[in-house]
């Protein structure tokens, strides 16, 4: 069957820490070459749209028009004109911003009262006043809602805390816990299906390198999934409909026949 759609997760698929996993660049144009259109999908809330652009464009590949983060995601559920907390990087503040949030930057403003939500993705300058200052606000009602909970982000030396680390600390210190918007959960679906349409047909891939993002954003697309190893993941997930060492072996398996 050819393939129509072929979605990407970024970190650990097509590079680690923007660092190019060997043979990627290639397996999008082959892809691309193909007919398919080849999307990227990214629970990374920390760099802009223009940032990914730009790490895809030095390495040789068009982004294209279907670039997804959970950034993006967490800004659907965020109404004009909210007063957010933010303990998050530039990704978060400028998708909050252009949907007409005032954003408030956790690390720049202690004791802050009386804010509408909680926004939490990967925050570098996490310390014990913005987890002090963003469970006060969930514990008094402010919506808590969380880019992603992925644990971890790989890097060529291995696994630094993720997004998910610096939740799981408010979430503990809160008692309460939040609405991940990335994958796999819905509002990444609702992102995703609103832009391309219905994907939940044999002829649409997603490639990710966790089973439980990954994988389960894949399940709840509809779609087939393709791990690869090359990223946090180091064992291939049984229910996969392809296991690959990376994402040229993906492009090669899914293409390559017809090449
Ligand atoms: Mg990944």
New binding site residues.
């Given amino acids: 069957m050819r393939v129509r759609v072929v979605l990407l997760?970024?970190?650990?698929?097509v590079w680690l820490a923007h660092r190019e996993i060997p043979g990627s660049s290639e397996a999008v144009e082959i892809l691309r070459a193909s007919g398919a259109i080849v999307g990227f999908v990214?629970?990374n809330s920390f760099s802009t749209r223009d940032d990914h652009v730009g790490h895809l464009a030095a390495m040789g590949i068009e982004a294209g028009a279907h670039l997804y983060t959970s950034a993006m995601a967490a800004s659907m559920v965020v109404p004009a004109g909210a007063r957010v907390f933010l303990c998050g990087g530039r990704g978060l503040a400028q998708e909050l911003e252009r949907v007409g949030a005032e954003v408030i930057l956790a690390h720049e403003n202690r004791g802050v009262e009386h804010v509408d939500s909680v926004v939490v993705g990967l925050h570098l300058e996490m310390d014990y006043g913005t987890v002090s200052d963003a469970a006060r606000l969930v514990r008094n009602g402010a919506r808590f809602i969380a880019s992603n909970a992925?644990p971890v982000y790989?890097t060529p030396d291995g696994p630094v805390p993720g997004g998910g680390a610096v939740v799981a600390a408010i979430q503990t210190a809160s008692g309460i816990a939040p609405l991940v918007t990335g994958k796999p959960h819905r509002t990444m679906v609702d992102l995703v299906v609103g832009s391309l349409g219905r994907l939940d047909t044999g002829d649409v891939w997603f490639v990710?390198?966790?089973a439980d993002?990954?994988g389960g954003f894949a399940a709840a697309l509809g779609c087939r999934f393709a791990h690869v190893l090359s990223?946090?993941d180091i064992e291939g997930n049984p229910t996969a409909d392809l296991v690959a060492r990376d994402l040229a072996a993906v492009a090669d398996h899914l293409v390559g026949g017809n090449r």
């Fill in positions: 997760d970024m970190d650990g698929v990214t629970n992925d790989p990710g390198d966790r993002t990954d990223g946090t």
